[in-house]
């Protein structure tokens, strides 16, 4: 009953639903494998959540998506890009980030066409860009250097094939976020090549130690090659909304609507994107105190794992996630994530999904549960190491 393109995907972007899998009716278990912050969706988002449905906003909305949400994202992206998007053309609401990137790849990528990934980067990158039939590229990011852009490589790999390229900042499962010298290479390289940027940036306010995220768009001549990629799931704590966002060219965004997105979501939930207007338009200070909140726990993580014996962890700029070399223990990624939780009851996915450079590594979110959490994952980990 399958078809041959979904057989060929088997075991590709797999990681958190095995690590759910595992966990599945287990007691007690300190769970770090999926990236759903443990902060309760702010008050004001669920009240204009709730007042939708009073309203009776049940129905189908624009396909494109809420007109006053466009606005409210065209709007985010003039304040914290500096460039403008027509919200009646440019910009595309979705059912989730995960939307977003598959009908962009679908859309945008011909068999046989190279697409450059980090490696390692966000796991369903890879089987969306085969699925589309698409051959993948990775640039390795260089972990002594706090997982940063290998430029070198990039214009290595950038021959006569390569259509577009991913990136993905803060990037999943690296916290890397791109600097503007790298993001710049990135679109030198993409001027000369005539690359299309695909750029995730859902975790776009996550970002530690008084920084902001570069985004590649602000950079002269990137709009007209560039799909921004987006979402309300990570910074709002909406994960369960199911709302995300495209912006790019008018005719691609056209197209995707009236084929893919149609397709497959008709448009976002109604109930969600009233939400999200509110995630934008409403206040945005409690944001400062959960991102102070994550990079606590970051540091706390971060330390605890270096006293590890046999495990490295590079210190993440962003998102709310670690990938700790773990190689010193155990080389297989997937092993070590198996009896990780059998012996620790500590949950964490295989480095192995995010690419090959991931082997040898596991990725623990620490936006997932309290400070104590991860005291506690800590003392299991020193307990029950090595193996
Ligand atoms: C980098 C990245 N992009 C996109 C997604 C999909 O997010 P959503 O569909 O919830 O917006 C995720 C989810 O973990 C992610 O980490």
């Keep these: 009953?399958?078809?041959?393109?979904?057989?060929?995907?088997?075991?590709?972007?797999?990681?958190?639903?095995?690590?759910?899998?595992?966990?599945?009716?287990?007691?007690?278990l300190i769970r770090l494998e999926t990236a759903d912050p443990n902060f309760d969706t702010p008050p004001h988002i669920i009240e204009a959540a709730k007042r939708a449905l009073d309203r009776g906003h049940t129905h189908y909305t624009d396909f494109q998506g809420l007109p006053e949400l466009r606005e409210a994202i065209a709007e985010k992206l003039e304040a914290e890009a500096g460039v403008s998007y027509n919200p009646d053309t440019e910009i595309l609401v979705t059912s989730g980030t995960a939307?977003?990137?598959?009908?962009?790849?679908?859309?945008?990528?011909?068999?046989?066409d190279e697409v450059i990934l980090t490696d390692p980067t966000y796991l369903i990158f890879e089987p969306c860009v085969m699925l589309a039939g698409g051959m993948v590229v990775r640039i390795p990011l260089i972990e002594e250097a706090g997982w940063t852009l290998d430029v070198e490589?990039?214009?290595?790999?950038?021959?006569?094939?390569?259509?577009?390229?991913?990136?993905?900042?803060p990037n999943n499962p690296t916290g890397t976020v791109f600097g503007r010298a790298e993001l710049e290479q990135v679109a030198e390289v993409a001027l000369e090549n005539d690359l299309i940027v695909l750029f995730d940036m859902l975790f776009d306010k996550i970002v530690f130690d008084?920084?902001?995220?570069?985004?590649?768009?602000?950079i002269p001549d990137m709009k007209a090659r560039t799909i921004?990629?987006?979402?309300?799931?990570?910074?709002?704590?909406?994960?369960?909304?199911?709302?995300?966002?495209?912006?790019?060219?008018?005719e691609l965004v056209s197209r995707l609507t009236n084929t893919l997105h149609l397709y497959v979501s008709i448009c976002a939930g109604s109930v969600?994107?009233?939400?999200?207007?509110?995630?934008?338009?409403?206040?945005?200070?409690?944001?400062?105190?959960?991102?102070?909140?994550?990079?606590?726990?970051?540091?706390l993580l971060v330390e605890g794992l270096n006293s590890i014996d046999g495990i490295r962890c590079q210190l993440p700029k962003g998102g709310y996630f670690v990938?700790?070399?773990?190689?010193?223990?155990?080389?297989?990624?997937?092993?070590?994530?198996?009896?990780?939780?059998?012996?620790?009851?500590?949950?964490?996915t295989p480095g192995s999904d995010y690419g090959p450079h991931g082997q040898g590594h596991v990725r623990m979110v620490f936006g997932s549960t309290s400070e104590d959490g991860i005291r506690e994952a800590v003392e299991r980990m020193k307990r029950h190491l090595p193996f």
């Design 272 to 299: 969600a994107q009233e939400a999200a207007i509110a995630a934008l338009r409403g206040p945005q200070d409690w944001l400062k105190e959960w991102v102070g909140s994550y990079q606590q726990r970051r540091d």
């Design 210 to 218: 008084g920084e902001k995220m570069e985004n590649v768009v602000s």
């Design 153 to 169: 490589e990039l214009r290595a790999k950038a021959g006569p094939r390569p259509r577009a390229v991913i990136i993905n900042s």
């Design 99 to 112: 939307e977003s990137i598959y009908i962009a790849i679908q859309g945008t990528i011909n068999p046989g």
């Design 228 to 250: 921004l990629l987006g979402g309300f799931s990570k910074v709002y704590s909406t994960c369960g909304f199911r709302v995300g966002w495209l912006a790019a060219g008018a």
């Design 323 to 348: 990938f700790p070399d773990i190689s010193g223990i155990e080389k297989d990624a997937y092993q070590f994530a198996q009896r990780l939780i059998d012996e620790a009851g500590v949950v964490v």
């Design 1 to 28: 009953m399958i078809a041959d393109r979904i057989a060929r995907l088997e075991g590709k972007g797999i990681a958190v639903e095995w690590a759910r899998e595992l966990a599945r009716g287990r007691k007690g």
